[in-house]
């Protein structure tokens, strides 16, 4: 019987020169990423990278111009798990009756809700819109509320809007949106000034009751009435708009 006292090679640490330890079970310790030429190795040998964190496991051989090549997979497992959520107002978020809601301002939002046997509804707000998919698949879009702001010049109206208008503004004259859709809204309010002109682009007209104004950009609607309140919504998109409320008189032309 011989006794040997040369050292197993790569027992747990490879070195340089030695043979490869050919047991699956025994791993490889090197400072390295293995390459195709780490070929004395048995299928299912895995191989950690000491100083960049990684690993990897032999998954089989292949040959290049007559020579074995080595084929590594990297199946290092990425430390990047989600662990918080914060809103944009850098607070915190907490979910609440299996609800998680995004939100720091009445001017867009991201709400999360659970809605049963492993489904999650999305509900998306922003630019004053509602994005919803529902639980049958069913994406929907509609508007979320109306915005108002005080007006005194002429402005250039935008869906889903209101504008208060006040002194010291004359006859002031507001422009339809040139982009719009089914179910868009504005809201007027005289509320000082002398009075409003609503006032149309090509194309475009405005739906009252059994009236209309002429199409195109000679139609208007105007009011010299205080507190006249009107509401107007879209029904063809960027053309036919129609009033569904007013308080008092107007005038159409």
Do not use: H
């Amino acid at each position: 019987m011989t006794n040997s006292n040369s050292t197993q090679a790569n027992s747990f640490f490879s070195t340089q020169g030695y043979n490869a330890n050919t047991s699956n079970f025994v791993m490889v310790f090197e400072t390295r990423d293995p390459t195709s030429d780490d070929v004395n190795y048995p299928i299912q040998k895995l191989w950690i990278n000491t100083a960049a964190g990684k690993s990897f496991v032999l998954v089989g051989f292949d040959t290049s111009l007559g020579y074995l090549q080595a084929k590594w997979l990297n199946v290092t497992v990425a430390n990047n798990d989600l662990s918080t959520l914060t809103g944009d107002d850098n607070l915190p978020v907490d979910a609440v009756n299996s609800n998680i809601n995004v939100v720091s301002s009445a001017t867009g939002a991201i709400e999360f809700a659970n809605g049963g046997a492993g489904i999650l509804e999305a509900t998306v707000r922003a630019d004053n819109k509602t994005i919803q998919v529902n639980l049958n698949n069913e994406l929907s879009v509609n508007n979320s509320g109306t915005y108002w702001q005080t007006v005194e010049t002429s402005t250039q109206m935008q869906d889903s809007q209101g504008y208060i208008l006040q002194i010291p503004g004359g006859n002031i004259v507001l422009t339809l949106p040139t982009t719009s859709q089914i179910g868009d809204t504005l809201d007027i309010l005289l509320d000082g000034a002398n009075s409003f002109t609503v006032v149309q682009g090509n194309n475009q007209i405005i739906n009252f009751l059994n009236d209309s104004t002429t199409l195109g950009s000679t139609g208007y609607i105007t009011s010299t009435s205080q507190g006249n309140y009107m509401r107007l919504v879209c029904t063809v998109p960027n053309t036919t708009w129609r009033i569904i409320t007013v308080t008092d008189s107007i005038i159409l032309v």
